[in-house]
């Protein structure tokens, strides 16, 4: 009978520990982060600032984060037009954040951070965003 109660209650305690883990995946399914390494401007015009714009000016996620990593610092520090699209992206409430060493790199990290770019270590965020369940695009 003893052993029947321990049973019940370890049982018990993994579906507790269980539904934990999931609850954080559950509810970020409707976030999304989209890694923006391309250096091709009509790469960063047409296909990931239209629909990063979108996913959150038309509500199609809640929380939607831009990561500027690579090539793609480069191309935002020197290109107005993309600069123009980020300011645009940050007003619709986009959260845009770049990888401090990819800037460094490029020697744009003043700039972007001047572009209110949250330019950071971007090792372990990317990394809580995939495993905390966020949809995740790269272009």
Not at 5 to 10: A, E, G, I, Q, R
Not at 13 to 19: H, R, T
Not at 43 to 56: C, D, L, P, S
Not at 124 to 138: A, E, F, H, N
């Given at each position: 009978?003893?052993?029947?109660?321990?049973?019940?209650?370890?049982i018990l305690?993994?579906?507790?520990?269980?539904?934990t883990?999931?609850?954080?995946?559950?509810?970020n399914?409707?976030?999304?982060?989209?890694?923006?390494?391309?250096?091709?401007?009509?790469?960063?015009?047409?296909?990931?600032?239209?629909?990063?714009?979108?996913?959150?000016k038309?509500?199609w996620?809640?929380?939607?984060?831009?990561?500027?990593?690579g090539?793609?610092?480069?191309l935002?520090?020197?290109?107005?037009?993309?600069?123009?699209?980020?300011?645009?992206?940050?007003?619709?409430?986009?959260?845009?954040?770049?990888?401090?060493?990819?800037?460094?790199?490029?020697?744009?990290?003043?700039?972007?951070?001047?572009?209110?770019?949250?330019?950071?270590?971007?090792g372990?965020?990317?990394?809580?965003?995939?495993?905390?369940?966020?949809?995740?695009?790269?272009l």
């Open positions: 009978m003893k052993r029947n109660l321990v049973l019940v209650f370890l305690l993994c579906s507790v520990a269980m539904a883990n999931n609850k954080p995946m559950e509810e399914k409707n976030k999304l982060a989209v890694l923006w390494t391309s250096g091709d401007p009509d790469v960063a015009e047409k296909m990931a600032f239209m629909y990063t714009y979108n996913a959150k038309q509500g996620f809640d929380d939607v984060v831009l990561i500027i990593w090539p793609s610092a480069k935002a520090a020197e290109n107005e037009m993309i600069q123009d699209y980020i300011k645009k992206m940050q007003e619709a409430g986009v959260k845009i954040e770049a990888c401090l060493y990819c800037a460094k790199m490029y020697d744009v990290d003043k700039k972007l951070a001047e572009m209110g770019v949250d330019v950071k270590g971007m372990v965020p990317l990394s809580d965003y995939l495993k905390d369940g966020w949809k995740t695009l790269s």
